[in-house]
Structures are given as C-alpha cells and as structure tokens.
C-alpha cells in the first residue's frame, strides 16, 4: 500500500490523489453503478454487486437502489438490516451498522472531515472518523450522521434529525444537532 492510503486507513489526515486511492474509487463507482442499475427482476445479480462492494453484508439484508459509497470496502451492514433509497454512505472511515437496523430514505452517513485551517483545505488534506450504529436502531429520513459518531442500541433518530455527537442507547433523537428527548424502556 501507499503511504497516502495506509494514512487514510489508520485515520490520519491524507491527500485523496493517491493512486490507490482513486483506483479503490473506481472500483467503488463501478460496482455501485452495477447495483444501481441492477434488475428488480435479477434480485441474486443486485445482491452479488452489493456483497462484492461492501466489506461485509449480514444475511437477510436488503439495500433499495440508488446506493452511493465512497470506498464500499470500509461499510459492514449486520444481518436483518434495511437501507431505503438515495442511501449516501461516505465510508473513507468504517461504518459498522449492527443487526436489525432500519435506515430511511436520502440518509447520509458521513465518516470525511476537512480542515476548518484554509491552507491545509486548500492544500486537499482530509481525514475520516469512524461511524458505528448499535442493534436495532432505526434511523429516519433524511438522517445525517457525522464523523465519529455512536448511535446506541435501540435508539431512534427521527426524521431530518442531524446526529453531530455520540447518542446512548434506548433513546428517541430529534433535532439539529441531534437531542435525546425520550427514554425508551426494552419491552420483550
């Protein structure tokens, strides 16, 4: 590997014009294009594109086309889970979405940062923080995540609620930036 894209593994700033890089982009945009155009009538060939782009797909987990990644390698979606459509998962960190999750449609899961510092921006530094999603947890329409965050177990983030920061488990989110607002009790 090159040093620009084992810096952007271990999560330290990088400049994206690697050449490793923009083939793992190529690689990306090819295979999610496949998916994208993909038969409703051909459910096993959609299903081979997407285990092929993504780092690892649980059983039984189903992703509406259109989907758009970065990367596709650095996303691990568990098993039983549920990605509507217009999914945008900037995955240059890993996304790791637990089972039985329920994502809504146009949700943005956006591991990228940028330099807030002028130079180093228009310099094209950049860097990525992980995104990870517990168990069960159902994230409405619209739902944007940003870098580095945790969503717990259980929890529900309603619609066009933007997530800036870690939320516990067993809440329900809401707002801009994300508040809990409601306890949830585990029922069996």
């Known amino acids: 590997m090159t040093a620009m894209r084992d810096r ?5 700033p990088y400049i994206a014009d690697d050449p490793e890089i923009i083939a793992d982009l190529d690689r990306a945009a090819q295979l999610s ?5 993909s038969s409703a009538d051909d459910p096993e060939g959609r299903l081979a594109a997407l285990r092929e782009l993504l780092g690892s797909l649980g059983e039984d987990t189903w992703v509406r086309p259109p989907f758009h990644c970065d990367y596709g390698y650095q996303t691990h979606l568990g098993p039983r889970c549920f990605v509507n459509f ?25 591991t990228a940062t940028h330099p807030v510092e002028p130079a180093a921006r228009r310099d ?65």
């Open 8 to 12: 952007m593994l271990a999560g330290e």
């Open 33 to 37: 294009e496949r998916f994208n155009r």
């Open 86 to 110: 217009n999914a945008v998962f900037l995955d240059v960190a890993r996304i790791t979405i637990g089972a039985d999750v329920q994502i809504g449609p146009n949700v943005q899961l956006l």
């Open 124 to 188: 094209k530094w950049e860097a990525a923080e992980p995104i990870t999603i517990g168990d069960n947890v159902w994230l409405g329409g619209g739902v944007i995540v940003l870098a580095g965050v945790t969503i717990g177990e259980n929890t529900v983030v309603g619609a066009g609620t933007v997530v800036t920061r870690d939320l516990p488990p067993n809440v329900v989110a809401l707002g801009n930036p994300a508040r809990p607002v409601r306890d949830l009790e585990e029922t069996p």
